[in-house]
């Protein structure tokens, strides 16, 4: 079982920067790939980035490639997106993810077996 929870969201004018962190707890922590995904109120989850659980391979999103990056500290169970150049529609509870994916990202929903509780990220225009 693994135990996540997210915290550094908040309020940002658009242009700036974020970054959010995940903490997680339980055994096999580092032996999963994770995730970040979010979601905006009547919209589907959304993935925004993902990386193998030791760090040497990552993917994105096409909204936040370039802007966006996602990293992983496995001594200190945590993962981390940085977020450069805000915009409006960055705007929406992410969420943290992690599981055993056969394919060693996460990338759908349905790749995640564990999930935190999300934090609120507001880009202001």
């Known amino acids: 079982q693994v135990q996540l929870v997210e915290s550094g969201g908040g309020l940002v004018q658009a242009g700036g920067s974020l970054r959010l962190s995940c903490k997680a707890s339980?055994?096999?922590?580092?032996?999963?790939?994770m995730a970040w995904f979010r979601q905006t109120p009547g919209k589907d989850r959304e993935f925004v980035a993902t990386?193998?659980?030791?760090?040497?391979?990552?993917y994105y999103g096409d909204s936040v490639k370039g802007r966006f990056t996602i990293s992983r500290d496995n001594a200190e169970n945590t993962v981390y997106l940085h977020m450069n150049s805000l915009k409006p529609e960055d705007t929406a509870v992410y969420y943290c993810?992690?599981?055993?994916?056969?394919?060693?990202?996460?990338?759908?929903?349905?790749?995640?077996?564990?999930w935190g509780q999300g934090t609120q990220v507001t880009v202001s225009a």
């Open positions: 339980g055994r096999t922590y580092s032996g999963y790939p």
């Open positions: 990386i193998s659980r030791r760090g040497t391979s990552t």
């Open positions: 993810a992690a599981g055993p994916s056969i394919s060693g990202m996460i990338i759908d929903n349905s790749d995640a077996s564990y």
